[in-house]
């Protein structure tokens, strides 16, 4: 990393950090407020991104314990990684399809890199009942099981931070157009190279089952029955809430399997379609241009 | 108005909250028992007694952890009041707020039914309370060591525990752009309520902030050019250096030898507990 | 023959973006000189003293110090740069973009710890840093809580504690008060010894016999325009008035109107 690159890093990272400040207290317990990561990655490029955005979660977490200090693994891979690549990624596409409209383009990005660290959050926070539990069944740490977690993370930033986070990246990304500040990527329609984008899907994909494994369960103790248990008991006010969202995959299982693998499943098939769809826009727009 | 309202008193809460957390209090000047350590050796040990919080499951363990941070706190010249005044406000806050729920949709033995299907459960309120024990302890313990150990130190052991330089690098001028930034955020919004008259319509407002972080951007981003030439131009060439000199003596083998056998204790402790 | 300091070759500088900020320069400076670069604002001159500085690079011909043409690569090897940015320093226009550390004492002693002395030898060089300034009193104050008069007297001190042989100065008058500019100039008119060189920036036609003996004028083409002793360059009127360094001023009194080129001394008299 370039030194000169630094107190830019430094100034958007803090920029950033002022963003997240702006909590929106949201019902279910949550609070949602915009991240700025796909805003990051574009000005300072991916790698500039994932380094700013670690700083500003170490900071949050020590002086303001925010997100907490064992949260801040969790939060650096939803946030400060996976968060801003695919941001950039989608945006990268998504501006060699539409030029001339880049802070569009950086909105809708944002908008889509925000839910995917939600989802992912939401499948970490989910899961740990199921895994790390006392003997009554007392959850020892995150409480809340995937078929709550799902539905209240995910609703609030489909419908309130997500397009906080699309607004604010997308007039930034205008104004900083417009001033024509010397940025560190400069939003342009290069010809991607696809290779890295597939990797980086792939690698996300396979971390899935791999943070299953390390818990050190078996897939197969889990018995449909235990998790019918477990799962639901689950007032019927947030069931409501929970069959707002409906997914092909309802309840994250496939006929036939638990619900662990069909999970998993459910999220390569997920991230197939998106970089399908991603591919197939910009083979159509290279044609046409 | 009432959303207007909200994004100003919010700006105005976390400029005040900012400002307290990130100057300077002195506190790590105090001639305490934590600031007298070698700051590597409290940067390794506060993380070694935080994973060993991570790792425990039984409840009265966590609560005995609690009182830990307070013991050190005030065996650092830090007044207990003033100590959890600086935690206490958030863990409740947060966790609190996130763990509510959990009391009523925890699967087990109820506990207390308020009306029909919802119910506190005994599992529910265990799992509660874990979890805000767990990050009041951990939290609490971070926040010791922040509060205890002066910044330029604490960047310095850092780079002595292999974390990258540029990480400490970018880590350190965020830190001292993050406190101009909210300020100057604060100014604008101070001067804009000086210019307009009657409530304004809450797009206004959020697209208000935007542009005025865009301008505040457009305008640090000049400045923090010319600060680090001016840098530059003394020699920076990206380290972290302090004037003291780190050494280890045996206070601090004294200290990790404790903190060690605390956490194994903890640890052997909590897994013959459950 | 002196040591040549600084010397450039058909000298420019452009950033990016098309903003062109220098153009053909050629000059030389030798040691022991003292030079002032003289221009309206955005004539290049605090380009200029960048490009001395190291702080940016040519984007045609070449400048070289002490013989090496300075490139980004060359400031990249640690043992030029080392060397380099001890030799020469920049106090910069803005006392705020030089003073970041948390108290005085602190910021003059961060060019001293990125030489990494031994503490000793840096506490001594510390205290003898800020007795030369007259601003021991002010060691453990925070920077921003300080007049601008304070300010600059820190920012020099925190570049003098490197003891650099060159000193460059960005417009060292600035906002300052005339008991202040009149002091800066005395110390400054010190400092410079055989071995040592003074190169300032600066439109503040009134110091300029004081802290030049050779006086080369930038235009807004951001080329050289006029080059030679101080006492010469200020008789141009003609130039100055072209270059922008005055202005020309019209006030009527008894129903006449008088227009004339006009610049600002301490002591400001009309003669009619």
């Known amino acids: 990393m370039k030194a000169r690159v630094v107190p830019l890093i430094a100034l958007f990272s803090a920029f950033a950090f002022a963003l997240q400040m702006f909590n929106v207290p949201l019902p279910g317990g949550t609070t949602g407020h915009a991240v700025g990561a796909t805003l990051l990655a574009i000005v300072l490029g991916p790698w500039g991104a994932v380094v700013g955005l670690s700083v500003v979660f170490l900071l949050q977490a020590l002086f303001f314990g925010d997100g907490g200090i064992l949260a801040y693994g969790a939060n650096v891979f939803n946030m400060a990684i996976v968060m801003p690549l695919a941001g950039y990624g989608l945006y990268r596409i998504l501006v060699s399809v539409f030029p001339r409209r880049p802070a569009t383009a950086a909105a809708i990005a944002s908008y889509i890199a925000i839910i995917l660290a939600a989802l992912f959050a939401a499948m970490e926070l989910g899961l740990q009942p199921l895994l790390f539990h006392a003997a009554d069944g007392t959850p020892l740490y995150a409480p809340y099981a995937l078929k709550i977690a799902l539905p209240a993370m995910l609703v609030p930033h489909l419908l309130v931070a997500g397009p906080i986070e699309a607004l604010v990246t997308g007039l930034v990304v205008a104004f900083l157009l417009r001033t024509k500040m010397p940025l560190g990527v400069m939003p342009q329609p290069r010809p991607l190279r696809l290779r890295w984008l597939w990797a980086g899907l792939g690698l996300v994909a396979l971390l899935t089952p791999i943070g299953l494994l390390a818990s050190g369960t078996a897939w197969g103790e889990w018995g449909g029955e235990d998790l019918q248990e477990m799962l639901g008991f689950v007032p019927r006010g947030l069931e409501k809430l929970g069959g707002v969202w409906r997914a092909p995959f309802s309840d994250y299982s496939l006929p036939g399997m638990g619900p662990v693998p069909g999970y998993i499943a459910s999220a390569v098939v997920g991230m197939g379609v998106l970089a399908l769809l991603s591919f197939l826009v910009l083979r159509a727009s290279r044609r046409r241009g | ?274 | 023959m002196a040591e040549k300091v600084f010397e450039a070759r058909d000298l420019g500088c452009t950033y990016p973006g098309e903003i062109e900020a220098l153009c053909g320069l050629n000059l030389s400076i030798e040691a022991g000189e003292k030079v002032a670069f003289l221009g309206a604002n955005g004539s290049g001159k605090s380009t200029l003293l960048r490009l001395m500085d190291g702080l940016a690079f040519p984007s045609r011909g070449q400048l070289l110090a002490f013989g090496h043409p300075l490139s980004e690569e060359l400031l990249c090897d640690g043992d030029f740069a080392f060397s380099f940015r001890r030799r020469v320093g920049l106090v910069f226009q803005d006392p705020d973009v030089q003073l970041f550390s948390a108290t005085v004492g602190e910021e003059v002693a961060f060019g001293l710890l990125q030489l990494g002395l031994p503490r000793e030898e840096m506490e001594d060089r510390l205290r003898a840093g800020l007795a030369l300034l007259g601003i021991e009193h002010l060691r453990e104050r925070p920077p921003y809580r300080l007049s601008t008069g304070e300010k600059k007297k820190v920012a020099l001190a925190s570049v003098l504690a490197l003891e650099p042989q060159v000193l460059l100065l960005d417009e060292p008058t600035a906002g300052l008060d005339p008991k202040a500019q009149s002091w800066l100039v005395d110390f400054l008119g010190e400092w410079h010894r055989e071995d040592r060189t003074l190169i300032t920036a600066t439109h503040d036609l009134d110091i300029l016999e004081e802290i030049a003996d050779t006086v080369y004028v930038l235009d807004e083409t951001h080329r050289l325009a006029a080059y030679g002793t101080p006492a010469g360059v200020l008789a141009q009127t003609e130039f100055l008035l072209r270059t922008n360094l005055i202005h020309e001023h019209s006030h009527r009194h008894d129903g006449t109107v008088h227009i004339h080129p006009h610049r600002h001394l301490r002591f400001h008299e009309h003669v009619h």
């Open chain 2, 1 to 274: 108005m009432k959303a207007e309202g909200f994004w100003e008193k919010t700006v105005r809460h976390v400029t005040e909250a900012l400002e307290r957390a990130l100057v300077a209090e002195g506190l790590a000047s105090r001639p305490g028992l934590l600031q007298g350590l070698d700051p590597r050796a409290k940067v390794l040990t506060i993380l070694l007694l935080i994973v060993s919080v991570a790792l425990l499951h039984s409840l009265p363990l966590l609560i005995a952890f609690a009182f830990l941070p307070v013991a050190l706190s005030s065996l650092s010249r830090i007044s207990p009041a003033f100590f959890l005044k600086r935690v206490g406000l958030f863990v409740p806050l947060f966790t609190g707020i996130v763990a509510l729920p959990a009391l009523f949709t925890t699967p087990g033995r109820p506990l207390f039914t308020l009306w029909e299907g919802v119910a506190i459960t005994e599992q529910g309120s265990r799992a509660a309370f874990t979890l805000v024990l767990r990050s009041w302890d951990t939290l609490s313990l971070a926040v010791l060591l922040v509060l205890t150990t002066r910044w330029d130190h604490l960047l310095r052991s850092l780079r002595v525990l292999m974390v990258p330089r540029a990480f400490v690098l970018v880590l350190q001028m965020t830190h001292r752009y993050i406190y101009i930034f909210l300020r100057s955020i604060n100014s604008m919004f101070i001067a804009r309520r000086s210019r307009t008259v009657g409530p304004q319509p809450a797009g206004e407002s959020r697209r208000f902030l935007a542009s005025s972080m865009a301008t505040i951007l457009a305008r640090s981003h000049h400045m923090s050019q010319e600060v680090y030439l001016a840098m530059q131009s003394r020699g920076f060439r990206g380290d972290v250096m302090v004037m003291e000199h780190f050494a280890l003596r045996k206070r601090d083998a004294f200290w990790a030898v404790m903190a060690g056998l605390l956490a194994a204790a903890a640890i052997v402790a909590d897994r013959l507990l459950t």
